[in-house]
């Protein structure tokens, strides 16, 4: 197509600067950014005065179309990302889980799901066993796939769960193709002791879902695959970090140098476990995710551990299940479909927590939300600026009006909101050069969607070879000893 558009007299702001400029794209590209444009009149003009004209969210964790604890999630890759693009976001990336093992059966089958997209894409590849052959499809997703990072759990015994064992040959494996290792930190077999405990005690509800994993567990974890991979000497990417204890970890590591990445959720900067407790299954059931959302005051400290950049970009870990699916768990918590919703929810959320109450600038909103993500996943500036030559992934804010989330009038298939009543403001999306929501208007199209390869990226591993070689220097030779005795 050759759609043309200009987007006049707003507030152009990426994650380095801000001005305000006009916004041409064509054919889906970012142009021109400059101010006072003129155009012909065949070019649809959206007036962005008094606004902000940002890079679309990309969302660094969802769960689409999942099969996960016996059932599967009910936003697919076309209700999810039509959810995602009402709320701003143009991008996300999901976690190809291997299916009997197979990580090149694993892609196909997401290949299949994904073909009815109405967004841009990318996938990470879940890591659930570790041999010879997953060790080679690991570099065909690397070399051939577009795949450049692997997401090993600490948790989930049983069925996703890897041993320290399997996560040493998986982070090696992820140092020598140059991808990112990333960890889902909570001691799985500790869980499972908790989940025991709270059983034999008689706590059966949702609450017995958070006491049974406390923090100090997630604490370890991430403390335990951050010492892996520093022992390894790779970079670590720590999803969905919920805990003071696992922050504390994340900024004792970065402090002495360690490249570790960590990835608030909005479930756990915005929310806290009080839910769970409520007397009514249902609204307490949708809280239930894992890590669980934990205490109040968890929350404040990643919020302030985001705004100081402990912790680098935010995710929703966005996996939902409807009230029936739910109610799976109703004698047991331990059989409620672990996920909260996000995706739709999550630049609304990161705006009204985050820079309304002026923690973070509206240049590290953009850095937050959508440019950390794309360089850390190597693909800026193709993603996640406003800059000639990007792609055309762009919304509107209006800081001056909001409108009420609430799951009436939300565009995910799932029919609760954790999010229920909070506050919006995000009014335009603009995904691949099209208008896609407007006045509260979606006009998605399946299969629009692209599928953005992710190339491996050795600038985060470049020095790793210089400082192996220099601790490898630094030991003393080997004591040479006779075998023969006097
Ligand atoms: N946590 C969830 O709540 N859902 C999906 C997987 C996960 O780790
Ligand atoms: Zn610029
Ligand atoms: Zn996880
Ligand atoms: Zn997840």
């Given at each position: 197509s050759s759609t043309k558009l200009l987007i006049k007299g707003g507030t152009v702001v990426n994650a380095h600067h801000q001005e305000v400029a006009d916004v041409y794209v064509e054919d889906g590209i970012i142009v021109a950014v400059k101010p006072d444009l003129k155009v012909t009149d065949d070019v649809k003009v959206i007036d962005a005065t008094g606004k902000f004209v940002m890079p679309g969210g990309i969302d660094p964790h969802t769960h689409l179309a999942m099969e996960f604890m016996g059932t599967e999630t009910i936003d697919d890759f076309f209700s999810g990302?039509?959810?995602?693009?009402?709320?701003?976001?143009?991008?996300?990336?999901?976690?190809?889980?291997?299916?009997?093992?197979?990580?090149?059966?694993?892609?196909?089958?997401?290949?299949?799901?994904?073909?009815?997209?109405?967004?841009?894409?990318?996938?990470?590849?879940?890591?659930?066993?570790?041999?010879?052959?997953?060790?080679?499809?690991?570099?065909?997703?690397?070399?051939?796939?577009?795949?450049?990072?692997?997401?090993?759990?600490?948790?989930?015994?049983?069925?996703?769960?890897?041993?320290?064992?399997?996560?040493?040959?998986?982070?090696?494996?992820?140092?020598?193709?140059?991808?990112?290792?990333?960890?889902?930190?909570?001691?799985?077999?500790?869980?499972?002791?908790?989940?025991?405990?709270?059983?034999?005690?008689?706590?059966?509800?949702?609450?017995?879902?958070?006491?049974?994993?406390?923090?100090?567990?997630?604490?370890?974890?991430?403390?335990?695959?951050?010492?892996?991979?520093?022992?390894?000497?790779?970079?670590?990417?720590?999803?969905?970090?919920?805990?003071?204890?696992?922050?504390?970890?994340?900024?004792?590591?970065?402090?002495?140098?360690?490249?570790?990445?960590?990835?608030?959720?909005?479930?756990?900067?915005?929310?806290?476990?009080?839910?769970?407790?409520?007397?009514?299954?249902?609204?307490?059931?949708?809280?239930?995710?894992?890590?669980?959302?934990?205490?109040?005051?968890?929350?404040?400290?990643?919020?302030?551990?985001?705004?100081?950049?402990?912790?680098?970009?935010?995710?929703?870990?966005?996996?939902?299940?409807?009230?029936?699916?739910?109610?799976?768990?109703?004698?047991?918590?331990?059989?409620?479909?672990?996920?909260v919703n996000g995706i739709e929810e999550r630049m609304h959320l990161v705006w009204d927590t985050m820079v309304e109450s002026g923690q973070i600038s509206i240049n590290d909103f953009v850095r937050v939300t959508s440019t950390e993500c794309a360089r850390v996943f190597n693909i800026y500036p193709r993603k996640g600026a406003i800059i000639a030559g990007s792609d055309a992934d762009i919304i509107i804010l209006n800081p001056n009006s909001s409108f009420e989330i609430n799951a009436r009038s939300h565009h995910s298939r799932t029919d609760t909101n954790v999010y229920e009543g909070r506050r919006g403001k995000v009014e335009v999306t603009i995904a691949g050069g099209r208008v896609v929501w407007e006045n509260n208007e979606l006009k998605v199209v399946p299969g629009s969607g692209k599928y953005i390869e992710m190339p491996p990226f050795n600038y985060l591993f470049s020095g790793i070879d210089k400082a192996d070689a220099s601790y490898l220097s630094s030991l003393n030779a080997p004591v040479k000893r006779s075998k023969s005795t006097t």
């Open positions: 990302q039509a959810a995602a693009l009402a709320g701003g976001t143009t991008m996300h990336i999901d976690f190809v889980i291997p299916v009997n093992g197979s990580l090149i059966a694993g892609l196909e089958s997401y290949e299949e799901k994904a073909k009815k997209s109405c967004m841009d894409y990318g996938f990470h590849m879940a890591i659930t066993k570790f041999d010879d052959s997953v060790s080679r499809d690991m570099e065909i997703m690397v070399k051939e796939k577009g795949i450049n990072s692997f997401k090993f759990f600490l948790a989930y015994k049983g069925s996703l769960m890897v041993n320290d064992e399997l996560l040493l040959e998986g982070l090696k494996r992820c140092k020598s193709l140059g991808a990112l290792a990333m960890v889902h930190a909570e001691n799985g077999d500790a869980v499972f002791e908790g989940q025991k405990r709270m059983i034999q005690l008689g706590i059966t509800g949702p609450e017995g879902h958070a006491l049974s994993r406390p923090p100090l567990l997630e604490g370890e974890a991430t403390a335990r695959a951050i010492r892996l991979a520093g022992f390894v000497n790779t970079p670590l990417y720590v999803v969905h970090v919920m805990s003071i204890d696992a922050m504390e970890e994340i900024a004792k590591a970065r402090k002495s140098g360690q490249r570790v990445v960590g990835e608030p959720v909005v479930s756990g900067l915005v929310l806290d476990d009080s839910g769970l407790w409520d007397s009514d299954f249902a609204t307490a059931s949708k809280f239930v995710m894992s890590p669980p959302i934990r205490a109040a005051g968890h929350n404040k400290v990643l919020q302030g551990a985001l705004s100081n950049g402990v912790l680098q970009l935010v995710g929703t870990d966005h996996c939902v299940f409807n009230s029936t699916q739910k109610a799976f768990g109703i004698d047991d918590f331990r059989k409620i479909p672990n996920g």
